[in-house]
């Protein structure tokens, strides 16, 4: 048994080595614009380039390296040049540094956007308008004697204090604060988190586990009717990898490291999570278990509740976890369960034991054209049916597959561009789909290359049963390219009043469209982005030009999250309060209607049970 | 239990039914077995046709034994070597390969090659040694059966006393001539330096282990994974001592955890169902190295191990060391130990192959279950009466040391003592043999005459020779772990202020936290203790106890007196280390055990620290005291060439008066070497006085400075 595994070890190493050379190969940014693609090339493009194997991404003090008021990196931005040509700037993306010809235009078309009007952001952060902290002295002096960091800087409590909803950016970028966290703890291993909450406990002080920082459901906005010291437990520093078992495929992780660093980490010895939530750059894996989060290639490696083999928590009540690392127990509700998806209101997550896989042998992305939506809808649930999804699939309604080529980067060759036209033509002409109409579906295949090869076969197939056509790799990569980009561009949209949101929500299969949900929105762009056996889960992304509008937030609320119409719709249509971006304080007030009042009750009395003095207040979810 | 005896290839056991070494135990007392004497059949029958039977032995669960090659390689493929050597190769930043080497030069270096050609030539040599040395090999043959029996069922791990080099050649020997598996045994490196022998002794079994590795983590892994391989597998049992090393004071030495917490681990991680841990205690009459040990407690320092220096030690052969007793305990079961203590679930969270720190509970379990497996050793100890003559002999000495009067003791007073004694003991449990069907007179001479190189009978009375206290006080020492409680507490109520049983319990409980590093004392069983020698003083009516009160009884008198007196020399011991030198009474001070069990103590107890790895007392009188020490030398310094002299020559029929001073100085020298983290090797290389001025007094004064820099705020 023991001979088996060294056996096989070089050659495997030797062969992860190589993966690994050519992956960062391909997280350099390309040298000339267009090369190739590569099949194992790896979505997460975010590596720092100066990442050492120790190296993680995620600093103490994390306005060091991202925007205090914007999505990500600090610099990373869309911006219009000189020449009013939109380019990306930075190093970090494929993107990066490159010029944007078609996004000026789609801009000024789409919202009637005009570069003259801009409203930039308040660019420093003013302290003095941040409510001086109220701090627990008692708690203060014993966390002083336990060595472990903290903070009450202004700039370290504000950028804990918010997610990136509209409304939360939106204010921040205005300078508008409300109650932050009065100071910020950074533990870097579970007994850290352990005596940080039997302090919290003793000094009845609250506290709102931080992770990734990511969240669009306002669940780290801090309850504004807190009256205790509000401390926030920021976990990014508990970021190692404990060990790998290579016999069982399970890591057993800190449970602050992000995404992207977890994926590093792990391929350096051969093995991923195949977890990939689109915020995998900066979400924790903490932040996923708490939230039930979900990743774009599920279909192979499953979503978080699938990948988790085993949790630690550090509640008021002691420490939660099973004692063993069993693939399935039959042991009444499964715990995990209650931890998974308590969105912090119950403790902080600080040992995460999660599945590995060994790394792809080959990925290749694809990508089909439909004639229309609903054709496409077909096509996918055809393919739900046949049980034959690839690694990710995804519809894009045509709304956005035009946004998709606007965003595509200025071609150096003119060849390119010539065959560019001659698909178009092709598409438009001897197909005869409409332009205004069609939508594309994005591939993304995983595996030993003849099965990739075999799989894609059979999808291209069923595709073409619903008229669709293949449109090559690169419209696929640039559509999974967008999902890291989409966000940065919603910064550059509000320096020019315009302001967009998405949401998601889960439907069954014969409820996919907007109609049935009940939503009709002027400018919005659907996109189907997981496929399961019963259902979907569909994003809705709208903006709209606000420039003329007294109070843009107000609007917004009116149309979207307040209006207790829509959501209302969406839940008597059969969709669901999320499908994984969590509950928060956003939407908590449907909560008894999709899980019943009996269901509230249980939830209830577990945090009762759990947490009798709400130590952990952050006021999610119930 | 044992019904399946009959089909065992051993006929030993039908042969020696009536020994006359069967010992009449006390019916009230633990039932002990029976011995038989082993040599009595060498005696009788060919050697050569010994070493050359058919050996097939019972191995665990019929496991085909392993040639050692393949061992190796199984070790080197594990999964724990791989994660270490990828760890090791991470963080020092060289090639797995090279750090690959590196581990099988490890194990290269470690690894038996147990081959039976050299155990039988073994099994020969040593029949005809031990055949001259000894009179006779006892051995509680019920012992072997049941250890038989567990080879079969579970993994086992043997776990001796050791007192002797002879130990670990003594158990192979044993096992050979009684058919059972051969054990694999942790030895010292030192051994590995012999030209020839080692590689014999390495053929025989033994593995060879560093002394020191602390932050290697490479070898760590080579050296568990090895032990653990073996031990999982069942190739064969595991031998190894819990002590450590050798006592040289016949003292049982307080456990040393490494190698158990080795052992435990595959059953803890749940990879073999249980673990035999076997206590085998083997008691000697005479000890081979009794005066090196002595010398060696004094300073001289401990010869290399060397093939020649064992050529030399050939004249031993020529003497007489009486008998040895081995006594193979009752098998202990890892898991019943573990039962309620360990929850082995911690183990199910962690890959089996990643290295990990025990938790205090596990270590608190390994701890407590080596002080249990200690203590089984102990009581399964052999006392000869000489071990009781010495007893009494040091006492008396002590008291007679006043000026003007006679040394030694008259031998009726003595055998009358000594009977007294005997009873004693054999109350308090003591696994005495005692020849009941001899006459106590001549028990006390035959005893007396075996060790005649440490007493003398002049006409009629005993004169004692200084140097040799300490090897008697190493006889005396085999008996302590029968008197140490009872003793604990006459002391304490000797010291305590008043006879409230609280006040006696608190003064126990001082004596005992402070002598846990001189005995073996489990710990946290204070109560416990005290209530076994309160038990045992109730029974042999010295006490009475009530709840509120202990009051020692008229004839009790007696016997407080002699435990008091027994637990004297260790409490002067103590107190000369931390105050002063000159009122040094008992030689047994000058012990180099007992300086080092102080010393931790000391620092267990805070009275001392560590600065930068030396050691400084905490105390604001030290100045002084090294002023005083200081002095002291200057004094003794004028004499040196002479008493350098005695030293080398170690004349022991020079004045013992001269030789106390040479020592005193000696005990100094070697307790400054403590304080300044010099061990105490490099002393004796040179000459002590020399080696003070060289190295130490700079030390000093260089410390003295620091602390003067340092001011008040160091001092408490």
């Known amino acids: ?469 293949a449109a090559g790799e690169d419209n696929g990569q640039r559509g999974y390219m967008l999902t890291f980009v989409i966000a940065y561009l919603r910064d550059l949209g509000m320096d020019y009043y315009v302001i967009g949101e998405s949401f998601e929500t889960s439907v069954p299969w014969d409820r996919m469209f907007l109609e049935e949900l009940g939503i009709s929105l002027v400018k919005s762009h659907t996109a189907v982005t997981q496929t399961y056996d019963v259902g979907a889960c569909v994003y809705f992304y709208f903006a709209f030009n606000y420039k003329g509008l007294s109070d843009p937030i107000h609007v917004y609320d009116e149309i979207v999250i307040t209006s207790d119409g829509r959501k209302k719709e969406i839940l008597a249509n059969g969709g669901s309060l999320s499908h994984h971006h969590g509950v928060g304080k956003l939407r908590k007030k449907w909560m008894s209607q999709t899980v019943s009042n009996v269901g509230m009750g249980m939830l209830k009395s577990v945090k009762d049970y759990v947490d009798p003095n709400n130590i952990f207040g952050n006021r999610n979810l119930l | 239990m044992f019904n399946s005896n009959s089909s065992m290839p051993n006929t030993h056991f039908a042969r020696f039914k009536t020994s006359k070494y069967a010992v009449k135990l006390d019916p009230m007392l633990k039932k002990r077995d029976d011995f038989e004497d082993m040599l009595e059949e060498r005696r009788n029958s060919s050697d050569l046709r010994y070493a050359l039977r058919c050996y097939t032995p019972v191995l665990y669960r019929g496991v085909t034994p392993c040639k050692s090659s393949v061992l190796k390689s199984m070790v080197l493929q594990s999964d724990h070597i791989h994660y270490v050597i990828n760890q090791v190769s991470k963080e020092t930043g060289r090639a797995t390969d090279d750090v690959q080497e590196e581990a099988s030069a490890i194990l290269e270096e470690m690894a038996h090659r147990l081959q039976l050609s050299t155990v039988r030539f073994f099994a020969f040599t040593l029949s005809k040694i031990f055949k001259t040395l000894f009179r006779s090999i006892c051995v509680n043959e019920e012992g072997i059966q049941r250890l038989q029996q567990a080879i079969q069922e579970h993994p086992v791990v043997l776990l001796p006393s050791h007192r002797s080099y002879m130990d670990f050649l003594l158990m192979s020997y044993l096992l050979y001539t009684y058919d059972l598996a051969l054990p694999v045994i942790a030895a010292g490196m030192d051994f590995m330096g012999m030209k020839i022998v080692g590689e014999m002794l390495r053929m025989s079994g033994a593995f060879f282990i560093r002394r020191s590795f602390g932050g290697d983590k490479l070898y760590w892994a080579v050296f568990s994974e090895y032990v653990k391989t073996m031990l999982r597998n069942g190739f064969a049992p595991v031998e190894f001592f819990l002590e450590g090393t050798r006592s040289r004071t016949c003292k049982s030495l307080t456990p040393k955890l490494g190698l158990l917490n080795i052992v435990m681990d595959p059953f803890l991680k749940g990879e073999v169902f249980d673990i035999s841990v076997v206590p085998v205690s083997i008691s000697y009459e005479r000890i081979l190295e009794e005066t090196l040990y002595a010398r060696e407690l004094l300073g001289v320092p401990k010869p290399k191990e060397s093939t020649s220096a064992l050529f030399k030690a050939r004249k031993v052969l020529s003497e007489d060391y009486g008998s040895i007793h081995v006594y193979f305990g009752q098998p202990v079961s890892i898991r019943s130990m573990a039962e309620g203590r360990v929850n082995r679930c911690q183990f199910n969270l962690i890959p089996r192959h990643i290295p990990k720190r025990p938790d205090e509970d596990i270590h608190n379990f390994v701890n407590d279950s080596a002080y249990r497996l200690v203590r089984a050793q102990e009581e399964n100890m052999v006392l000869k009466p000489w071990v009781l003559l010495a007893s009494l002999l040091l006492q008396k000495h002590h008291q007679n040391q006043a000026p003007g009067q006679k040394r030694g003791i008259a031998l009726e007073e003595l055998t009358q003592q000594a009977v007294w004694l005997r009873d004693l003991s054999r109350q308090y449990g003591a696994f005495l043999h005692w020849p009941d069907h001899t006459s106590p007179s001549d028990v006390v001479y035959s005893s007396l005459s075996l060790h005649r190189g440490l007493v003398r009978i002049s006409e009629g009375r005993l004169l004692n020779q200084a140097v040799i206290m300490l090897s008697c006080a190493s006889y005396r020492n085999q008996a302590l772990h029968v008197f140490i409680r009872p003793a604990l507490l006459a002391s304490a109520i000797h010291a305590a202020s008043s006879n409230k049983k609280q006040e006696v319990f608190n003064s126990f409980s001082f004596l005992r936290n402070t002598f846990s590093n001189e005995f073996i004392l489990c710990p946290g069983a204070t109560v416990q203790d005290f209530e076994e020698a309160c038990y045992l003083l109730v029974k042999t009516g010295v006490l009475q106890v009530n709840p509120q009160e202990v009051v020692v009884t008229e004839r009790g008198h007696r016997t407080v007196a002699f435990l008091t007196a027994l637990l004297e020399p260790f409490l002067q011991g103590y107190q000369v280390s931390q105050t002063n030198m000159t009122l040094l009474r008992y030689i047994e001070v000058l012990s180099s055990d007992l300086q080092k069990n102080t010393l931790a103590a000391l620092l267990r107890l805070g009275a001392v620290r560590k600065i930068n790895g030396y050691v400084a007392f905490n105390h604001p009188c030290v100045p002084v005291w090294f002023e005083w020490l200081e002095q002291q030398l200057n004094k003794t310094c004028k004499n040196k060439q002479a008493k350098v002299q005695h030293f080398s020559d170690s004349d022991i029929s020079a004045s013992m008066r001269k030789q106390l001073e040479f020592h005193t100085v000696m005990c100094i020298v070697r307790i400054f070497s403590l304080v300044a983290g010099i061990s105490i090797r490099q002393i004796q290389s040179q000459t002590a006085y020399d080696f003070f001025h060289l190295f130490i007094l700079p030390k000093i004064k260089l410390k003295r400075n620091e602390q003067d820099t340092r001011g008040e705020g160091t001092s408490p």
């Not at chain 1, 100071?183 to 003793?202: F, G, Q, T």
């Open chain 1, 1 to 469: 048994m023991a001979s088996n595994s060294s056996g096989g070890s070089p050659d495997r190493q030797r062969i992860a080595q190589q993966r690994l050379r050519r992956i960062a190969g391909h997280l350099q940014r390309p040298v000339d614009g267009d090369s190739t693609i590569v099949a194992a090339e790896c979505k997460a493009q975010g590596g720092k380039p100066d990442a050492s194997s120790e190296g993680r991404t995620v600093p103490r003090r994390r306005q060091e390296i991202m925007k205090w008021n914007g999505w990500g990196y600090s610099d990373s931005r869309f911006l219009f040049n000189k020449k009013g040509q939109a380019e990306f700037t930075g190093k970090r993306y494929r993107l990066s540094g490159m010029i944007i010809p078609g996004l000026k235009d789609w801009m000024e078309s789409t919202f009637g956007a005009s570069l003259q009007h801009k409203i930039p952001a308040t660019p420093i952060l003013n302290s003095s308008a941040v409510q001086p902290p109220t701090l627990n002295d008692a708690f203060v002096d014993e966390l002083k004697s336990t060595g472990i960091p903290f903070s009450h800087d202004a700039e370290d409590r504000v950028f804990r204090a918010h997610g990136h909803c509209l409304h939360e950016i939106f204010a921040l970028r205005e300078g508008k604060f409300g109650r932050v966290p009065d100071m910020v703890v950074w533990p870097s291993c579970h007994n850290d988190v352990v005596k940080i909450v039997e302090l919290a406990c003793k000094h009845n002080v609250c506290l709102i586990p931080y992770g990734g920082g990511t969240s669009v459901s306002s669940a780290l906005e801090c309850p504004p009717e807190e009256t205790r010291s509000i401390v926030s437990l920021d976990t990014s520093q508990m970021n190692r990898i404990l060990w790998i078992d290579e016999k069982n495929l399970t890591a057993h992780v800190e449970a602050g490291i992000v995404g992207q660093d977890l994926e590093r980490l792990l391929n350096e010895s051969g093995y991923c999570t195949g977890h990939e939530p689109d915020s995998m750059e900066f979400s924790s894996l903490g932040g996923w278990v708490a939230t039930r989060a979900s990743g774009m290639k599920k279909n192979i490696y499953g979503n978080i509740e699938d990948l988790v083999v085993h949790v630690k928590m550090v509640t008021p009540q002691g420490v939660i976890e099973k004692s063993c690392q069993c693939p399935r127990m039959s042991t009444g509700p499964d715990i995990h369960h209650f931890i998974m998806g308590s969105e912090g209101t119950l403790g902080v997550v600080t040992e995460v034991t999660v599945k590995i896989r060994p790394m792809p042998e080959y990925q290749k992305y694809g990508s089909v054209v439909f004639p229309n939506f609903e054709q496409g809808v077909a096509c996918l649930r055809e393919v739900a049916k046949q049980r034959c999804a690839p690694a990710s699939i995804r519809l894009m309604d045509n709304e956005q597959f035009k946004f998709g080529h606007a965003l595509k980067p200025q071609v150096s060759s003119i060849f390119t561009s010539f065959l560019d036209g001659l698909k178009k033509f092709y598409i438009t002409k001897f197909k005869g789909f409409d332009p205004n109409r069609l939508c594309v579906a994005t591939l993304l295949f995983e595996g030993d290359r003849e099965k990739v090869l075999q799989h894609e076969k059979q999808v291209y197939n069923i595709a073409a049963k619903f008229g669709g056509l």
